[in-house]
């Protein structure tokens, strides 16, 4: 037999067995699942509630900090929020948390006598101090929001994650654990949050005390794979007990079901969110919600956490070390089109000079939807001297807190006065990154660092020019 017959009877065999191979995939989906569509449309910002309208008319000047407005800042007789209200912030976001001994979740022994200070499910920071924070920011014109985190200082019993990589978690809880987030943990504080008169409530995703950096994939959990099989397998109790628990990624992979199944966690979190928001919205119409560090950490959350007149503030973290960039204006742009949301960027006070953070002040807020520095408590600090007291906490070397001040401040009133220009008349806008990036390669102190800077700005430069903006 000639030689390229052989090739063409084995390029036959091939076809032939992938042709198959695909057949069986479509009848092994036909026999088991009905992947009919979960639909999600996107759910753009409208009309925004009157009383949140400052939102876009002044944009978003938020900053996140954990002391009290109350409390007297160091360089004088004013109150740290009207030190902040003088620099031109409208929202302050105050970390509070509920009683605990710091140390990661445990069983709650019931039968034991419980001191105060260690009880979960009791949160003193909001009885002691939500009040006479609240107090001063409405005095001082400050927005108020209370931050929690999410990982943190969880109450047991609750789900755990079952994550694609590692299996069953100790301590990180199940996304959609229904009960357990809406009745014990966010969900009543934020209701708590509400009642108390504050103006919202932001979440801070990241899992500090739990055993994951965060969700690798959708859960797959008991519940949440039930829940799946039960809406869409046509004998879903005989798959359940024939797929093992470390078999079920590989399962949903063999059938082409990933995404069908991270879809509908995404719209189960969306709506799980959505509920807390009108609990909270039946005490304030007009109570908002934030989440952290970037967007889409958790799928589903910005659209529960959002309506068309209540944004949910999307407090990212991409831009701490250069401002606003590429992935902010993406970010910004996939938002107005799809999301109930606003983009603010961060800043990282430590390692932005005063000069630095005052033109990300602008150009944020022109670009995005708004800023906010982090840790903000590093402005309220050592106020007149020229001391960084420290990172992640403090502030650039050899800085004060009104360096920052006065340049915050000035780049306040200069936004005030370009928002009520034509956008025609507003600076171009700036690339962040690709600033700070062209800074390294100047900044270099040897050759390693020259090259390394240099590779590092020639493939920045490749993917913005590849993918626009």
């Avoid at 009885?127 to 209370?146: S, T």
């Avoid at 359940?240 to 470390?246: D, S």
């Avoid at 960039?325 to 606003?342: D, V």
Wanted: aromatic residues 10%; hydrophobic residues 40%; positive net charge.
């Amino acid at each position: 037999m000639r030689r390229d017959s052989v090739v063409s009877v084995d390029r036959m065999s091939l076809a032939f067995v992938l042709a198959v191979g695909l057949l069986f995939g479509r009848l092994i989906n036909a026999a088991e699942l009905n992947m009919r569509p979960v639909v999600t449309k996107p759910e753009p910002l409208k009309r925004l509630h009157p009383k949140l309208r400052w939102m876009v008319k002044e944009t978003v000047r938020a900053i996140w900090i954990g002391d009290d407005l109350f409390d007297k800042n160091d360089d004088g007789n004013m109150t740290k929020g009207q030190v902040l209200a003088d620099a031109g912030f409208n929202l302050v976001r105050i970390s509070m948390g509920v009683n605990s001994d710091d140390k990661p979740s445990g069983v709650v022994d019931t039968s034991k006598p419980l001191e105060a200070k260690f009880d979960r499910s009791k949160s003193t920071d909001l009885e002691r101090r939500m009040a006479p924070n609240l107090k001063e920011a409405r005095r001082v014109g400050l927005k108020l929001m209370i931050g929690f985190q999410y990982g943190t200082h969880h109450l047991e019993p609750y789900r755990k994650y079952r994550s694609h990589q590692d299996g069953l978690a100790k301590i990180t809880c199940c996304p959609i654990d229904e009960e357990y987030i809406t009745g014990q943990h966010i969900g009543k504080w934020a209701v708590k949050i509400a009642q108390g008169g504050a103006d919202g409530m932001v979440v801070d995703m990241e899992m500090y005390h739990s055993d994951k950096s965060g969700y690798h994939g959708s859960c797959v959990c008991d519940d949440c794979f039930v829940t799946y099989l039960k809406r869409y397998a046509r004998n879903w109790k005989q798959l359940y007990v024939e797929t093992p628990a470390e078999g079920r990624v590989q399962w949903l992979e063999d059938r082409k079901a990933s995404d069908h199944y991270s879809a509908l966690a995404a719209k189960r979190i969306e709506m799980m969110y959505d509920s807390i928001l009108r609990k909270c919205q039946k005490i304030n119409p007009a109570f908002f919600f934030g989440i952290a560090p970037m967007l889409h950490h958790l799928p589903g959350v910005e659209r529960g956490f959002g309506s068309a007149s209540n944004p949910c503030l999307v407090f990212s973290e991409h831009e701490y070390h250069h401002g606003a960039y590429r992935g902010s204006f993406i970010g910004t742009s996939h938002i107005r089109k799809n999301l109930p949301a606003l983009f603010v960027s961060g800043a990282f006070v430590a390692v932005q000079t005063p000069e630095t953070m005052a033109n990300n002040v602008v150009q944020s807020s022109l670009y995005t939807d708004g800023w906010w520095p982090w840790y903000g408590t590093a402005l309220l600090m050592h106020t007149g001297a020229a001391e960084s007291s420290g990172r992640p906490y403090g502030r650039f070397d050899g800085t004060s807190a009104r360096d920052y001040l006065d340049r915050i401040t000035t780049a306040h009133t200069k936004l005030d006065k370009l928002l009520a220009l034509p956008k025609s008349r507003w600076p171009a806008r700036q690339d962040g990154k690709l600033n700070w990036l062209k800074a390294r390669v100047a900044n270099a102190i040897d050759d390693k660092v020259l090259t390394e800077a240099q590779v590092d700005l020639e493939n920045y430069i490749k993917l913005v020019q590849l993918g626009g903006y």
